[in-house]
């Protein structure tokens, strides 16, 4: 994070003119640091041994993680000197060699066998020695990541392999020779294992090397002693560099909190270059607005926070621990934002193709954006797994093991899922229909990937699992374009003369005929048959197969008729259907169309009948009917 904060002030320091090739005046030998993760190995080694101090094993496995970050950051900066003298390193070997060459004459095994590691010793800082000079002079502002690992894994596996030879030490020496001998030898290994970690952390993270080549190695002392020199100057009793450094992180948050909207526009700017959908749709702007600009100020909140304690802890690195943890916040960030950007540009993507003729339908969209939001967060999540250390490949494998565990353990969530997978495609039912599926009866809500919601009519909200739907008949009252079925019985007296019930019926069919609100398939209006029309010709494959008519649900039939003798009265059929399908408009319709037929009925001198029984006596008993009634 280092790398950014001197990109940053390098385009300040380039506006003010203030940039200069100051020596850092606190550069330390590479070397330094080599001994000092060295000789933290050393004291882990030794804890490690130790049950009483194993505890602080973390604690000094922290600061070596630090001092080889802080290793790999130091690398290429001319400031530093690798401090391997290499002349005199040359020199000893060639003096060591000598020597080897004496005592193999002379059968002096314990010199010989301590010329040996010294050789070794100086042989593996001869090897970093020509890595690191070998790194400095290879490297230029066009390096890649794979230049770094390149020219590291030559020289690892030299050391892997001198790491992988065994030393026997004699046995027939004294106890002070042997113990200085095996001294000499831990002491080569500790070099090796050092110099391992080292070269495996740059293989690990060679942006970390080729960061303060690419950002021209920005003098960052220089800044913050000129800063602490203007404030001497205003106030001398301020505390130096400490306080050039608070004030500079200070500025820089201040900075970069005030350019938050103005990030948030320049971003917006920038997606409107590649979703030329949005740009003349200032309401789809300000929604993709409101979205996005809460992560992203979050995330320059975090950024600036980062960039300050940055600042803070110069020239040593921020703890690695506390980068894991920021990179956990960032990619939790990058993923809220995603959804954001899908959830405002797919919904309005999908939402405009779903309004065009054959496009999507909305239940699709609803259910594409529910499979994106899951991939979303399960990538974040795997994400966050790896930057906290975890194996991915483990994890996915593991799954892939227990995934007949745990298909029969959400064996009904699959058959949900697929049974909504069925639903969209036979295309049943749509958010806004009303439908009757056995017990449940309303208005469909959502169609999700697991249940169905429901309204029922008395304002119950029903979730039906969606394999429920999909194994049961569904009957689906909005499928209707034209046409809500009106079906009467009119029933007239028996003494209605024949003449009478001819009039009634011709008057009753030319009163529908003539009704503005009755379906008929001669003044449907012009787009209802273009609507049609047009799907004949989409289905054109079909319509010798199947009914558009009824297929569409565009129903005109009109039917008056005498239709039967009932037991007390002479029925007469009316069956037709209104053009509206709105349950509260038929209504209506159906009410005017009731009163126009009693209005007929009247007019025609004709009545109603009603359910009646009459009883007729064919002899009358002659007591009874010889009987006198008595007189008040």
């Not at 030794?46 to 602080?56: F, G, L």
């Not at 070596?64 to 790999?72: Q, V």
């Not at 831990?186 to 740059?202: A, F, G």
């Not at 540009?345 to 699709?364: H, I, M, P, Q």
Request: proline share 3%.
């Amino acid at each position: 994070m280092i790398g950014w904060v001197r990109a940053f002030l390098l385009s300040l320091l380039c506006v003010c003119g203030l940039v200069r090739a100051d020596s850092d005046p606190d550069a330390i030998d590479l070397y330094i640091l080599l001994k000092q993760i060295k000789q933290l190995n050393q004291v882990i080694a030794h804890y490690e041994q130790d049950p009483a101090r194993r505890s602080e094993v973390p604690l000094f496995s922290d600061q070596k993680n630090d001092l080889i970050h802080t290793f790999a950051l130091r690398l290429l900066r001319n400031q530093e000197h690798i401090g391997i003298d290499i002349q005199k390193n040359l020199q000893k070997q060639a003096q060591l060699k000598q020597t080897l060459l004496k005592s193999s004459k002379g059968n002096d095994i314990y010199a010989y066998m301590l010329s040996t590691l010294e050789l070794r010793n100086l042989e593996a800082d001869q090897q970093m020695y020509d890595f690191l000079e070998k790194l400095r002079t290879s490297l230029d502002f066009f390096s890649q990541e794979k230049d770094v690992k390149t020219l590291s894994m030559a020289v690892l596996l030299k050391f892997e392999g001198a790491m992988a030879k065994t030393y026997v030490l004699p046995t027939d020496l004294n106890t002070l020779n042997l113990h200085h001998l095996q001294d000499t030898l831990d002491d080569y290994k500790l070099k090796l294992k050092t110099y391992l970690e080292v070269l495996h952390y740059i293989q690990q993270h060679p942006d970390q090397v080729l960061s303060k080549n690419i950002l021209l190695s920005i003098d960052m002392q220089w800044i913050l002693e000129r800063i602490a020199a203007i404030l001497n100057k205003l106030f001398p009793s301020s505390h130096g560099l400490q306080s050039a450094k608070i004030l500079l992180s200070l500025a820089l948050l201040l900075v970069l909190l005030t350019l938050r909207k103005l990030a948030t526009t320049l971003f917006m700017k920038f997606l409107d270059l590649f979703v030329r959908f949005s740009r003349k749709n200032e309401q789809v702007q300000q929604r993709i607005r409101n979205s996005i600009i809460t992560p992203i100020s979050t995330f320059l909140l975090i950024y600036s926070f980062d960039i300050s304690i940055d600042i803070l802890h110069y020239p040593h690195p921020t703890p690695i621990k506390f980068n894991m943890y920021l990179g956990v916040i960032y990619i939790s960030l990058l993923g809220w934002l995603g959804i954001a950007l899908f959830k405002a540009y797919g919904a309005a993507l999908l939402a405009t193709l779903a309004s065009k003729r054959n496009g999507f339908r909305r239940e699709v969209v609803n259910l594409i954006l529910k499979v994106a939001y899951f991939f979303i967060v399960t990538i974040t999540i795997l994400a966050v797994l790896k930057q906290l250390g975890f194996n991915i490949s483990a994890i996915i494998a593991s799954l892939g093991i227990g995934g007949l565990a745990v298909a029969l353990a959400v064996k009904d969530l699959l058959a949900n899922f697929f049974a909504s997978v069925i639903l969209l495609l036979d295309n049943s039912f749509g958010q806004g229909d009303w439908i009757v599926c056995g017990d449940v009866e309303g208005t469909v809500v959502e169609m999700g990937l697991r249940r169905t919601t429901v309204r029922g009519f008395d304002n119950a909200l029903l979730f039906v699992p969606n394999s429920e739907l999909a194994g049961k008949s569904i009957r689906n009252w909005n499928r209707r374009k034209v046409g809500r079925r009106i079906r009467m019985s009119i029933g007239l007296t028996y003494g209605s003369p024949r003449d009478k019930l001819v009039q009634c019926v011709h008057a009753i069919r030319t009163m529908l005929e003539q009704h503005p609100k009755i379906a008929k398939f001669s003044d449907l209006d012009a787009s209802t048959k273009q609507e049609l029309n047009a799907q004949q010709d989409y289905m054109m494959d079909r319509e010798h197969i199947v009914s558009m008519d009824d297929l569409m649900g565009y129903k005109s039939n009109l039917f008056v008729f005498v239709d039967n003798f009932g037991d007390s009265s002479i029925n007469i059929l009316v069956y037709c259907f209104s053009r509206t399908v709105i349950w509260g408009e038929w209504l209506a319709v159906k009410e005017d169309v009731m009163l126009k037929i009693m209005q007929i009925v009247e007019e025609l001198g004709l009545s109603f009948a009603f359910p009646s029984q009459s009883v007729y006596l064919e002899s009358v008993p002659k007591s009874l009917g010889a009987r006198e009634v008595p007189k008040c």
